[in-house]
């Protein structure tokens, strides 16, 4: 009986109909409240909708249900990642790692909670690990150009961001992350022009209009910098 109720929870969940979806797990649990897969699948729920406490809680029962099992614990640092709670985060996504070390989302999401640690040089290692299991991963590259610059290998840097491009090209996080790089390594012409691509894919990315106002600044192109920067303030002022 609950198998067939969590089977039509999950069908109702995967259709986007959410709140017949929660309704139906809400069920499974009247009936066996222990019930880790509707624990696990509820707290999901939860996550997507933004509900983040309550999807703790019910991670964090599932997990104490069934703590051999590597997907509750990646969901419940997730979920504590996005509370801001990254030391709680580290420590679900370790024992996630610890029953399944090949997990490569998992290794991404942790090097993301230590970069807010400012433990860059761990959170690098785990990004290379996400890397070496799979390199297609645009997010660990971009994450590993990162950490780079914080510990100030700008140069390593501009070659992640370019792995990320060269996966996903015209990313506009990419290109201001390459710019800001470059930039750093004195190259204000490569980094204007890093500046200007994330521009045409994003008009109104602030962070790419001040980068390039700074390269062209770097550049002694004054004028085009006071434009740039005249921008910024506009903008800023827009959203005041």
Avoid at 5 to 22: I, K, M, T, V
Avoid at 111 to 131: I, T
Avoid at 137 to 147: E, S
Avoid at 213 to 240: I, K, P, Q
Wanted: with cysteine; hydrophobic share 45%.
């Amino acid at each position: 009986m609950n198998q067939s109720l969590l089977q039509s929870a999950w069908r109702a969940h995967q259709s986007g109909n959410l709140n017949e979806a929660a309704r139906l797990y809400a069920e499974c649990l009247r009936t066996n409240p222990g019930d880790a897969d509707a624990l696990y699948l509820l707290a999901q729920l939860h996550f997507q909708a933004g509900h983040l406490n309550e999807a703790e809680r019910l991670a964090g029962e599932a997990a104490r249900r069934r703590p051999a099992a590597p997907e509750i614990w990646f969901l419940r640092g997730s979920v504590q990642q996005q509370q801001n709670d990254h030391a709680a985060a580290f420590d679900s996504f370790g024992r996630a790692l610890a029953l399944q070390p090949r997990f490569p989302e998992v290794l991404v999401n942790r090097g993301g909670s230590l970069m807010m640690l400012k433990r860059y040089g761990d959170a690098l290692a785990d990004f290379d690990a996400a890397l070496a299991l799979n390199p297609n991963l645009a997010q660990a590259w971009n994450n590993r150009g990162n950490a780079l610059s914080e510990l100030g290998r700008h140069a390593e840097a501009a070659d992640s961001y370019a792995r990320v491009l060269a996966l996903h090209p015209g990313i506009p996080q990419a290109l201001v992350n390459r710019g800001t790089a470059l930039l750093a390594m004195g190259r204000a012409a490569d980094a204007h022009t890093s500046y200007d691509e994330a521009l045409r894919a994003d008009p109104a990315n602030a962070d790419a209009l001040c980068g390039r106002a700074n390269a062209a600044y770097e550049m002694r192109a004054y004028e085009a910098a006071a434009g740039d920067y005249a921008a910024v303030l506009r903008r800023s002022e827009e959203h005041t």
